[in-house]
Structures are given as C-alpha cells and as structure tokens.
C-alpha cells in the first residue's frame, strides 16, 4: 500500500510540475477560424462549388472566397473588391453575419492578398488585417478588418 501511495505521489508530482506550451506571444489567427469585428468565429463546415468555397460557424455566420477559377496549386491572390473585373490571380471575400444582420466584404484598397495552399486537392487560405466594408440592416456602412487561417 506505501509502494502504490508513494507512486501516486511521484506522478502528481510529475504532473503538477510539466512543461506548459509557452505563448511565443504570436498574435496569429488560430486555425479554421476567422475574425471579424473582434468577434473570433470558428468554422464547422464548408461547402465549395465551381470557383467559390464558403465556411460557416455554429452560429450560421459565414466566409466565402469567390475565385476566378478554384485553385489547384500554392498560390498567393490579391484581394479585390466585388465590383472590379477578376483576373486569374484575384479573389473576392464576403462575410455574412445573421444576427444582428451584417455583410462584410473587402475593399481591394490595402493591397492585401490571400496565402493558398493546396494540400491532396483541400485549400488552405490564410490573411491578416484585410480591409472591409460592412453594411448592416439599415444600410449604415463602416469598415473593419479580417483575418482568417481556414481549410477545408
């Protein structure tokens, strides 16, 4: 019984005193996760099509990246806004918040791009600080900024 004791001390010992992962003091945007507003949103689901792929937390709030032509390799695609012609290396990005109603999208004015990776056919897409519009339900206009580290 003191052998057995004496070993449930030294692991509570050992696991009281274990090294914690250290804060790098990184500011990054964890993975599958955007942020808008200051509000962080996580993703559970995505749906793609022909050149768009769109994400949406549990709260049906929502990302979506519109593409000339869905990528198939690494890339890196500037970031424009809606109304301007899309080239092949361009992408347009829109959030949707439904409670309070608000759409966001990027302005195309910071120069901003977003990072592709294609990984076995699944994209991978990461930015910091891009510039957006917001509207809300009554028609007032602000601006934000996004960021996002997000995959299928």
């Known amino acids: 019984m003191k052998k057995v004791l004496l070993s449930v001390c030294t692991l509570g010992v050992l ?9 790098s003091g990184s ?4 993975s599958n996760t955007w942020t808008l507003l200051g509000a962080s949103h996580t993703s559970i689901t995505s749906t793609r099509n022909a050149n768009s792929i769109a994400f949406a937390d549990a709260a049906g709030n929502s990302l979506a990246f519109y593409f000339k032509a869905y990528p198939t390799t690494d890339g890196s695609y500037n970031i424009i806004d809606p109304a301007k012609t899309q080239g092949a290396n ?11 109603l608000l759409e966001a999208y990027a302005t195309g004015t910071d120069s901003k791009t977003v990072a592709v990776k294609v990984t076995s056919g699944k994209v991978s897409m990461v930015c910091s600080s891009v510039l957006m519009k917001t509207t809300n339900s009554t028609g007032d206009t602000s601006t934000t900024t996004l960021s996002t580290n997000i995959s299928e």
């Open 15 to 23: 696991f009281s005193s274990s090294c914690k992962k250290s804060d």
């Open 27 to 30: 500011t990054s945007t964890p």
């Open 90 to 100: 361009d992408v347009i990005i829109q959030t949707l918040t439904p409670s309070p």
